[in-house]
């Protein structure tokens, strides 16, 4: 009943994504060409009338009926990937979902939660967490798109939809499916935004990772969907996942170890996986969380990795942290901004090497073809590296 | 290739109107007293340790849930709305549910990949699909694959909050499977053949139609499944039912209990199915 299966190219065929820089891949792409934007400070009354959380949520989409404007946002991000992929029903029917994030649907849980308290007496008690379950977001999901394959629900903090995104292609890879649907969800909730604040890691300017004036990072909106599937060798060019690797580090469930260990050896790993060496990576795209420690930890590890670094740039002084789902968010961006001419840059962002010998990229340019490097670190020592490329692969003989 | 089955671990408690204390057996288990850690997270501990005997430190870790960590979830949304205060920093970040894998990792001392995945009616079914797909493709040589569900108190609450009625037992679980690429050096308990999803039911027949049918095979249904339709199974397959014991107490992983005690009977094919309303299926074969 073990049978070897085939193995297929699987490569990135269409994406959606709605972000603090607008709704649409094209607007985000358009919004990166500009200066990255101080978050927007959100007065959350819940347990201070003064407390005030910087956030960068979602363009155009204002913070009511959340359980409504989850499934809006989702729907239609879903319906972005799937247009731009070009599937079929049959083939939108049959395919596999893999949905990455840190809260899920945890805001409609805390709006239902808030309607039962306003309403509680002796004879009624509110309670917190009906019908609990990681996956009820993809359940939605599989309900709204008719979807027939399997739902697989990632929990693994800030790298959980770049897990759904390993799995997904090992999937489609294994000849198990035809179609992938990736998806990673990030939207504002009480417990996410009230939790970074206990921790004090947020600063209310813009991200600034590796600079030496970094102080903390910015909370952000964003979702996004990504469609998988075997290439159609149509002539196109398209970017693929050549490689990835998770491992957990056990230093502290809250941070990296600064000793750069565990993240120089997930890199390791990944380039090991994609067989590429670490003089060929084109591009570095850092995790960045722009805090004091975590980002000592990063560089620690990637000088480790690299003698020399490639050019290095970041997302998050953009879109701000989304968490689970920042392993989609910015690898769409980041793919997305390279097929439309140019290296995502932050001017002004950690422009010189710094304490940490850090350069990010200050100004765009263009990169045709390469392998690029996506790296995320999350809570519970979670720690991902994806190589994705999009240079043309012989699948089984020069990338296997 | 094949994947065995070298260690299972579980437990299996129904609860009343207490919770039977588990500091001890986590201490017994992992060896050490894991301190400020809430009752998923000993749960995922104590099974998880059961089965990590030989256990290689590059192994993977994946947990499922039916309903996650709920008592850290509740307990911070009890910190928000009911006392109007942030969350302490600790309990925020446990309600992540990675949390447990953390934890696992640190006291078995492993630094593999790891990860909490679920599919809301096919939590057990989708951790070792995942698991054994990795294991088939190279990508990990050895996973720890797990289910855990905790209750919290009061019992009345934690059967409305999971929508069963009030006369259902509820139970806490956590169940674990060691699972390999290589077993040379190991003694094996079982063979993981397959965990198979089907998009509807006719796909679930035809399978079924292909497969070879032995005579120690029995069949075991999902909690999904009514009874009607186990009848039909029953039937189609002309298998006899696996019974383990007499109706074990709800829980949402009760999957994990079934296949951990089959793989303790030690002879035998198990196939297990279970759908979900939409009328998705999954199967599960296990051979001892």
């Known amino acids: 009943m073990n049978v070897t299966r085939p193995r297929h190219q699987a490569v990135f065929l269409g994406a959606g994504i709605h972000s603090s820089l607008g709704n649409g891949v094209e607007a985000n792409l358009a919004a990166l060409k500009t200066a990255p934007q101080a978050p927007t400070l959100l007065?959350?009354?819940?347990?201070?009338?003064?407390?005030?959380?910087?956030?960068?949520?979602?363009?155009?989409?204002?913070?009511?009926?959340?359980?409504?404007?989850?499934?809006?946002?989702?729907?239609?991000?879903?319906?972005?990937?799937?247009?731009?992929?070009?599937?079929?029903?049959?083939?939108?029917?049959?395919?596999?979902?893999?949905?990455?994030?840190?809260?899920?649907?945890?805001?409609?849980?805390?709006?239902?939660?808030?309607?039962q308290l306003a309403?509680?007496?002796?004879?009624?008690?509110?309670?917190?967490?009906?019908?609990?379950?990681?996956?009820?977001?993809?359940?939605?999901?599989?309900?709204?798109?008719?979807?027939?394959?399997?739902d697989v629900s990632f929990n693994t903090a800030c790298t959980a939809s770049a897990n759904a995104l390993l799995t997904a292609v090992a999937h489609v890879e294994a000849g198990l499916i035809d179609?992938?649907?990736?998806?990673?969800?990030?939207?504002?909730?009480?417990?996410?935004?009230?939790?970074?604040?206990s921790l004090d890691l947020l600063t209310r300017s813009v991200m600034r990772p590796f600079d030496s004036a970094r102080d903390g990072l910015v909370l952000g909106e964003g979702v996004s969907a990504l469609v998988i599937g075997r290439d159609p060798n149509d002539g196109r060019r398209r970017f693929h996942l050549r490689g990835g690797a998770n491992l957990c580090d056990t230093y502290s469930i809250t941070m990296s170890n600064v000793d750069g260990s565990a993240i120089a050896?997930?890199?390791?790993?990944?380039?090991?996986?994609?067989?590429?060496?670490?003089?060929?990576?084109?591009?570095?795209?850092?995790?960045?969380?722009?805090?004091?420690?975590?980002?000592?930890?990063?560089?620690?590890?990637?000088?480790?990795?690299?003698?020399?670094?490639?050019?290095?740039?970041?997302?998050?002084?953009?879109?701000?942290?989304?968490?689970?789902?920042?392993?989609?968010n910015e690898l769409?961006?980041?793919?997305?901004?390279?097929?439309?001419?140019?290296?995502?840059?932050?001017?002004?962002?950690?422009a010189d090497a710094g304490d940490l010998n850090v350069v990010l990229n200050q100004r765009l340019s263009s990169v045709e073809s390469g392998c690029f490097m996506l790296n995320y670190f999350g809570f519970g020592g979670n720690n991902t590296s994806l190589i994705i490329s999009n240079q043309v692969s012989h699948y089984g003989e020069d990338e296997s | 290739m094949t994947t065995y089955i070298v260690a299972v671990g579980s437990y299996y408690e129904p609860v009343g109107d207490e919770l039977p204390p588990l500091k001890k057996l986590v201490q017994e288990t992992v060896g050490s007293n894991i301190r400020r850690v809430g009752r998923f997270i000993q749960l995922a501990l104590i099974g998880g340790g059961r089965a990590s005997s030989q256990l290689s430190n590059e192994a993977a870790v994946y947990l499922t849930s039916g309903s996650g960590d709920v008592e850290a979830t509740v307990g911070v949304l009890n910190t928000i709305y009911r006392q109007a205060e942030p969350p302490r920093p600790l309990s925020f970040i446990n309600t992540v549910s990675n949390a447990a894998c953390f934890y696992i990792a640190q006291s078995?001392?492993?630094?593999?990949?790891?990860?909490?995945?679920?599919?809301?009616?096919?939590?057990?079914?989708?951790?070792?699909?995942?698991?054994?797909?990795?294991?088939?493709?190279?990508?990990?040589?050895?996973?720890?694959?797990?289910?855990?569900?905790?209750?919290?108190?009061?019992?009345?609450?934690?059967?409305?909050?999971?929508?069963i009625?009030?006369?259902?037992?509820?139970?806490?679980?956590?169940?674990?499977?060691?699972?390999?690429a290589d077993a040379s050096d190991r003694t094996v308990l079982a063979t993981l053949d397959a965990v198979q999803h089907f998009t509807d039911r006719e796909a679930l027949s035809a399978w079924l139609a292909e497969l070879p049918v032995e005579a120690d095979d029995c069949l075991a249904l999902g909690q999904s499944i009514e009874s009607d339709e186990a009848d039909h199974w029953l039937v189609e397959t002309g298998l006899p039912p696996f019974n383990f014991r007499e109706a074990p107490a709800y829980f949402k992983s009760l999957a994990g209990l079934v296949f951990c005690e089959f793989?303790?009977?030690?002879?035998?094919?198990?196939?297990?199915?279970?759908?979900?309303?939409?009328?998705?299926?999954?199967?599960?074969?296990?051979s001892c």
């Open chain 1, 43 to 115: 007065n959350n009354t819940v347990t201070d009338e003064a407390l005030q959380i910087p956030y960068k949520l979602l363009f155009e989409s204002p913070l009511t009926e959340l359980q409504h404007r989850l499934y809006r946002v989702i729907d239609d991000v879903a319906e972005q990937a799937l247009s731009d992929a070009g599937l079929s029903e049959s083939e939108r029917r049959n395919m596999s979902l893999y949905l990455g994030s840190s809260s899920f649907d945890i805001g409609v849980s805390e709006a239902d939660y808030q309607r």
């Open chain 1, 119 to 150: 309403g509680e007496s002796e004879s009624c008690k509110a309670l917190a967490l009906l019908d609990p379950s990681m996956a009820n977001l993809a359940d939605y999901l599989v309900g709204s798109l008719g979807i027939r394959g399997e």
């Open chain 1, 179 to 197: 179609h992938a649907l990736v998806v990673g969800v990030e939207l504002y909730n009480d417990v996410t935004a009230l939790g970074f604040y």
């Open chain 1, 265 to 328: 050896e997930v890199m390791t790993r990944a380039l090991a996986n994609a067989g590429v060496s670490a003089a060929e990576l084109d591009v570095i795209k850092v995790h960045g969380t722009a805090s004091l420690a975590n980002d000592e930890a990063e560089s620690v590890g990637m000088h480790a990795v690299f003698s020399s670094l490639p050019r290095v740039c970041a997302l998050k002084p953009f879109i701000g942290h989304t968490l689970g789902a920042c392993g989609l």
């Open chain 1, 332 to 350: 769409i961006l980041f793919y997305r901004a390279i097929e439309a001419g140019f290296l995502i840059a932050t001017p002004g962002i950690s």
């Open chain 2, 108 to 163: 078995l001392q492993l630094n593999g990949a790891s990860s909490f995945v679920s599919s809301r009616y096919f939590t057990v079914e989708t951790s070792l699909r995942v698991a054994l797909l990795a294991l088939e493709q190279g990508q990990q040589k050895a996973a720890l694959v797990g289910a855990v569900d905790s209750v919290v108190l009061p019992i009345e609450e934690h059967r409305q909050r999971l929508r």
């Open chain 2, 165 to 180: 009625n009030a006369q259902t037992d509820v139970a806490e679980g956590s169940h674990w499977f060691q699972l390999v």
């Open chain 2, 263 to 286: 793989v303790r009977r030690g002879a035998g094919r198990l196939i297990y199915l279970n759908r979900d309303p939409v009328g998705r299926y999954m199967a599960v074969v296990i």
